[in-house]
């Protein structure tokens, strides 16, 4: 991963390389699956990203996680918000991802004044951070505070929810959960893998779209 | 305007029978929210929307209008939740939103944008055109016809989309994902426990995106498609119908390969499932299609 190239996919990707180095870089991705691979997962997170524009918290979140995560925040274009991320990011920006999502149900539901960045939690159940993910912890543990956010939500709303909605939505997270733990022990035997880091952090992601859901079920009192 | 912007408020309450119509314009959307119950919405040549329920019981059925919407709503006659079963007509040309939580929903005919979220329910739409976001809790999702953007959503039980044409999101936790006869440049099917298929065209240009946890993913590729096709599995397998032309290999077991010029990109993702391609028209495609109907 030492390619020169990779930290050029991100400007390539927002179309702001010179013609020639986009020549060049086009004409390299052809011989490099590496940055292929690389390429499309970036494009995925950048769909993704696209994708939430209108589960946007009333506060941006994002500067201040970026910060955290080493991210570099560019400048909004019409088309929204534009990601760079570096490689060693991109696992991260992921989670990133997920906690700005999560951090927005969670402001819509306390209907409060936002803080720059949700409140870090134990971190209790989350997976072992791993190589790519480590230099992000605080992005993990964002992570972690919305996934506890959540479910106090949950915990909170249990009993004016349907106990078959309920039991539907334990077994679901559990099925995640599981799926979690599974690519977890995987990217601890190869954490160098890009698919398993990919996966973990989708993984996670279809855990806090799942409590978002659920939570939004609740009825507000 | 002013007459057309005040709110017309029509409550019809504990009829055994109710059957009201109302007359929509363009630019009217259709409301409905149903606590529960089998809401049925179907298109007719009418410039107007009809609401029928003979469910017998002390439910009201509230109906409104304003320059914007119709909107129909039901409640028990204290304000409690009941389940009523609507049928509904409406111009197919009018965009429909519903929402309900122990509610089963089944659109037919409309040609315009359709927004349905239940909990308890399964959704069947027949139709669709522009945005169209269909999602259940605990319900399956199949939706047929549609044209546009289309999100399809559940949680614990398949989802299908067949003889459509536009942007396809596709989601479910423990479901299958089933994309048939569909023609897309763009789209991203996603579950955890469960198998996805595609069977459609692979467009110059398009993304495709598939990633299961625990399942397998079935891919239809026909002759002459121009793919880049990059193959992710941790614990899974990979088979194909065809030979492929293997351009470079990916840490864990995942590979890369191009078809034709690679104009498309399509990423195939399963942890510990099969991933396969077959041939339109082929022995695994026919036996897949077999599997389907019984």
């Known amino acids: 991963m030492s390619d020169r190239w990779v930290e050029r996919l991100s400007e390539y990707l927002d179309g702001e390389l010179p013609v020639a180095e986009r020549a060049a870089l086009e004409a390299h991705l052809e011989s490099c699956s590496d940055c292929r691979a690389i390429l499309a997962g970036l494009r995925r997170v950048a769909a993704r990203a696209h ?3 209108l589960q946007a918290p009333r506060h941006d979140l994002w500067p201040g996680i970026a910060r955290r995560i080493g991210a570099t925040p560019a400048r909004d274009t019409p088309a929204g918000r534009r990601w760079s991320f570096s490689l060693p990011e991109l696992a991260a920006a992921a989670v990133v991802l997920m906690t700005l999502s999560g951090g927005a149900v969670w402001i819509n539901r306390s209907n409060i004044s936002a803080p720059a960045i949700a409140p870090v939690a134990t971190g209790s159940g989350l997976p072992t951070p791993t190589p790519a993910i480590h230099a992000n912890r605080s992005a993990a543990q964002s992570y972690a505070a919305a996934v506890a956010d959540l479910e106090q939500v949950l915990a909170g709303g249990r009993g004016q929810l349907d106990s078959t ?11 995640i ?5 599974q690519a977890q022990r995987a990217l601890n035997a190869d954490p160098a893998n890009l698919y398993l880091n990919t996966h973990l952090a989708e993984t996670m992601r279809r855990k806090l779209d799942l409590l978002r859901q659920a939570a939004t079920l609740v009825p507000v009192s | 305007m002013l007459l057309t912007l005040a709110a017309a408020v029509l409550t019809l309450a504990a009829a055994q029978q109710v059957d009201t119509t109302v007359a929509a314009q363009r630019g009217q959307r259709l409301q409905v929210n149903a606590f529960g119950g089998d809401v049925t919405v179907r298109s007719w040549n009418r410039d107007a929307v009809q609401i029928q329920t003979s469910t017998p019981g002390r439910q009201r059925v509230e109906v409104s209008a304003s ?9 028990g006659r204290r304000g409690q939740h009941t389940e009523v079963d609507l049928r509904i007509s409406a111009p197919a040309w009018m965009p429909v939103t519903l929402s309900g939580v122990h509610t089963n929903a089944t659109l037919e005919g409309i040609r315009a944008p359709i927004s349905v979220e239940t909990v308890e329910g399964e959704i069947n739409v027949n139709g669709g055109d522009g945005l169209i976001s269909l999602r259940s809790v605990q319900g399956s999702v199949a939706l047929r016809g549609a044209k546009g953007r289309i999100s399809v959503y559940s949680v614990n039980e398949d989802v299908q989309v067949t003889s459509s044409a536009g942007e396809i999101m596709a989601e479910t936790v423990n479901g299958e994902i089933t994309l048939e006869g569909v023609d897309a440049a763009n789209v991203d099917a996603n579950t955890v426990n469960g198998d996805i298929a595609y069977a459609g065209p692979i467009r110059n240009g398009g993304r495709y995106s598939f990633s299961t946890h625990n399942g397998d993913i079935t891919l239809t590729v026909a002759e002459g498609s121009n793919a880049n096709v990059a193959v992710s599995t941790f614990n899974g397998e990979f088979e194909s119908e065809f030979p492929v032309p293997l351009s470079g290999t990916r840490k864990g077991k995942g590979f890369t390969f191009t078809l034709g010029t690679g104009s498309a990109q399509v990423t195939l993702e399963s942890f510990q499932g099969t991933i396969e391609l077959v041939r339109p028209g082929g022995r695994k495609d026919r036996e897949r299609r077999e599997r389907r109907e019984d």
Do not use: F, K, P, Y
């Open chain 1, 51 to 53: 994708s939430m524009e």
């Open chain 2, 67 to 75: 320059a914007t919407s119709i909107s129909v709503r039901t409640q």
């Open chain 1, 165 to 175: 909605t309920v039991r539907v939505i334990e077994q679901n997270l559990a099925v």
């Open chain 1, 177 to 181: 959960d599981r799926a979690i733990a």
